[in-house]
DNA sequence: TGCGACTTTTT
DNA sequence: AAAAGTCGC
């Protein structure tokens, strides 16, 4: 008997190590609360996790097993609970980012200590963070050349769905977890296992959100799979953009958790990538080459944390002099409540408060103008996704502020500011995104909306006297980031 | 080692 | 068209 900890793949189907472990004998899948892990967790986070883990025990339950559900530090409670169901190994996926990797070095040394095997396996990305080099052997850290790599390379195929008869029977776990729950043999006074029974948000210390975090599981996330690759997929590069549309894939979150597999989703990108071939149509091959290529930008970033772990909290690309940023905290708090009086920032915030939710397009203007009009630390904005995204998953969100505030890995230069009317005005021409988000807004002219910052402070009282006036002057500020900037890189800004 | 190339732009 | 700089071959 194995047991198999379930950590960021809640999924029976194509998972690498279940399936290992499966391959072997009878499995026990099980999942451990980690109170040092729910200390960086959020509201919106812990209510997402615990849909995944609900649809996850009943893909247990409808194989007449049931999930194990643990709450204590993994180091003291996964050797007794290997001991309890009489397991001779722990099995769990590799996660990459440092805190993950810590906490699994004292796992491993705990289970060694109590004698039980353990096995960790590769997982969740398609092609591991050591394993795409240049040629010097170094990590890459620009992403055109890591694509070519990661395109060119042999792929696994999904691992296969462990049978009902793989799994423990019901019956059998709930004998050997006993009636308390308590963890026999020393482990400390709070550990505690159930079998199938799922602590409620407030048994952990969370609230209930605000926001809706959409739907969670393997089935959800194979059908929202499906119905992306069965048309959006072909035109999604001329379509992604425009947050409207609604023309992505919506898997970030599914991924996130690992509710479907990174292989079973590659391997029907490649059957759609073959049928557009055969159409000889290359405006359809080269979209869904372009959604292939988010996924690479995945596993690129889950590298570059891999490989410098120190980036969660530092610059990756620090500037000779620092960066002195303004970091107003009226400012900031204006932005996160979506009241700048930026109608396309304004939106952006707002959806992120109502479905933890952000467009991809959108999420790069707001973090643009966090940091280039508002000059605030991306590291506000990065906490501040962290806390309210459903899909928020460390390697991408620092990814993403780090480029968005010129100090990633093959980021953008410092003198590219978006311009937050021009954005709007380009991929949100009827204002239908900013006005689904701002009600101030609705039933004026996408002209006027997009011209907000234009109008006179008489105008604006007249035609949306609730909408905010906008907080600061992008003319202006993006003068002061340039000079900020230049400062930080030990250059005179008046030249 | 010289050099082509570099996610998402702006004025 | 120009705003830098440097990565990777």
């Not at 999930?67 to 099995?91: F, H, K, M, Q, T």
């Not at 590069?237 to 958790?257: G, I, M, N, Q, V």
């Not at 980031?481 to 250059?491: D, T």
């Amino acid at each position: 008997m194995e047991l198999f900890c379930h950590r960021r793949d809640l999924r029976l189907a194509d998972n690498v190590g279940l399936a290992a472990a499966a391959d072997r004998g009878e499995v026990a899948g099980a999942f451990v609360f980690d109170p040092d892990v729910l200390d960086h967790a959020s509201d919106v986070r812990v209510r997402r996790l615990l849909d995944g883990l609900a649809a996850l025990r009943d893909d247990y339950r409808d194989r007449g097993s049931d999930l194990l559900v643990a709450r204590g530090d993994p180091e003291s409670i996964l050797p007794d609970l290997a001991d309890a169901v009489d397991a001779d190994r722990v099995v769990w996926n590799r996660d990459y980012s440092g805190l993950a990797r810590e906490r699994d070095a004292g796992v491993r040394k705990a289970l060694n200590d109590s004698g039980v095997e353990r096995e960790a396996h590769h997982d969740a990305v398609l092609h591991e963070p050591d394993s795409i080099r240049t040629n010097a052997g170094d990590p890459y850290s620009v992403y055109t050349y890591y694509w070519k790599k990661w395109t060119d390379r042999e792929t696994d195929s999904p691992a296969p769905t462990p049978a009902a008869g793989d799994l423990v029977d019901v019956g059998a776990l709930t004998a050997a977890v006993g009636d308390d729950g308590a963890v026999a043999d020393g482990g400390a006074e709070t550990d505690r296992v159930a079998v199938g029974d799922l602590p409620s948000p407030a048994d952990l210390g969370f609230d209930a959100p605000d926001a809706e975090v959409g739907p969670a599981g393997t089935e959800a996330a194979r059908g929202r799979l499906d119905d992306f690759l069965d048309e959006p997929v072909f035109s999604y590069e001329a379509e992604r953009d425009y947050p409207a549309r609604e023309a992505t894939s919506r898997l970030s979150a599914f991924l996130k958790y690992g509710e479907i597999g990174i292989r079973e989703t590659y391997e029907a990108t490649e059957r759609a990538l073959a049928a557009a071939q055969s159409e000889g149509d290359e405006e359809r091959v080269e979209s869904v080459e372009e959604f292939q290529q988010q996924l690479a930008w995945r596993e690129f970033y889950t590298q570059v944390l891999y490989h410098n772990p120190e980036v969660v909290t530092e610059n990756y690309k620090e500037y000779e002099e620092g960066i002195e940023w303004r970091d107003d905290p009226d400012e900031i708090t204006a932005w996160t409540r979506g009241e700048t009086g930026y109608p396309i920032v304004d939106a952006g915030m707002r959806q992120l408060r109502e479905e933890a939710f952000m467009h991809n397009r959108v999420r790069m203007i707001v973090a643009s103008f966090l940091t280039k009009d508002l000059l605030a630390d991306w590291r506000h904005g990065y906490d501040h996704f962290r806390e309210h995204l459903a899909d928020h998953d460390t390697a991408n969100d620092n990814g993403g502020w780090q480029w968005a505030a010129s100090t990633g890995t093959d980021a953008q230069p410092y003198f590219r500011i978006f311009n937050p009317m021009t954005q709007g005005e380009r991929y949100d021409p009827e204002a239908e995104y900013i006005t689904e988000y701002v009600p101030e807004l609705r039933g004026l002219d996408a002209d006027l909306i997009h011209e907000w910052h234009e109008l006179s402070p008489t105008q604006r009282a007249n035609v949306a006297p609730e909408y905010p006036e906008p907080i600061v002057d992008h003319s202006e500020r993006r003068e002061e980031a340039l000079a900020m900037y230049k400062r930080a890189r030990g250059e005179d800004p008046e030249e």
